[in-house]
């Protein structure tokens, strides 16, 4: 194989590796399925591993569609601000209402480290965040109603 060939060849090889790795990093490992059966804590879960990966199809599914809509548009939320996230630990859920207007809501506790594009409301650093988490009906999915920085 002569050396123009050969660099051709590499340079597709290479390409076709750097294309394979986009693919695969831009994949949910979340079904539906997983979403529709979380428990509140896997919920909020799915939500900061999804913020971690860059996944923020599968985060914004988390959320409920008013709260998704309210969120998203703002600043500071995480899917415009946010750099990274890590140590993430959940607590489980307690029995704690944020409405009262859904079938059933309870309150989830999530801590992490953050970096931040720009630092609005929060410093970069170890973040604290009270997540209340709903189920509209009976048999409806769990979602993230609201996200705060106080219970």
């Given at each position: 194989m002569n050396r123009k060939k050969f660099t051709i060849f590499l340079c597709l090889f290479?390409?076709?590796?750097?294309?394979?790795?986009?693919?695969?990093?831009?994949?949910?490992?979340?079904?539906s399925k997983d979403l529709k059966n979380a428990s509140p804590q896997k919920l909020v879960e799915i939500y900061y591993n999804s913020l971690s990966k860059g996944d923020y199809k599968t985060a914004k599914s988390c959320l409920s569609t008013e709260y998704a809509n309210q969120f998203s548009s703002t600043s500071d939320s995480d899917f415009k601000n946010l750099v990274k996230i890590t140590d993430i630990k959940v607590s489980p859920e307690a029995a704690i209402k944020l409405y009262n207007r859904n079938y059933d809501e309870v309150q989830v506790t999530a801590e992490y480290n953050a970096e931040y594009k720009k630092v609005i409301t929060v410093p970069n650093g170890k973040q604290i965040r009270f997540i209340y988490v709903a189920k509209k009906e009976k048999d409806s999915p769990w979602k993230i109603i609201s996200i705060g920085t106080g219970p």
């Amino acid at each position: 194989m002569n050396r123009k060939k050969f660099t051709i060849f590499l340079c597709l090889f290479i390409i076709s590796l750097y294309l394979t790795a986009c693919a695969s990093n831009n994949k949910s490992d979340i079904s539906s399925k997983d979403l529709k059966n979380a428990s509140p804590q896997k919920l909020v879960e799915i939500y900061y591993n999804s913020l971690s990966k860059g996944d923020y199809k599968t985060a914004k599914s988390c959320l409920s569609t008013e709260y998704a809509n309210q969120f998203s548009s703002t600043s500071d939320s995480d899917f415009k601000n946010l750099v990274k996230i890590t140590d993430i630990k959940v607590s489980p859920e307690a029995a704690i209402k944020l409405y009262n207007r859904n079938y059933d809501e309870v309150q989830v506790t999530a801590e992490y480290n953050a970096e931040y594009k720009k630092v609005i409301t929060v410093p970069n650093g170890k973040q604290i965040r009270f997540i209340y988490v709903a189920k509209k009906e009976k048999d409806s999915p769990w979602k993230i109603i609201s996200i705060g920085t106080g219970p």
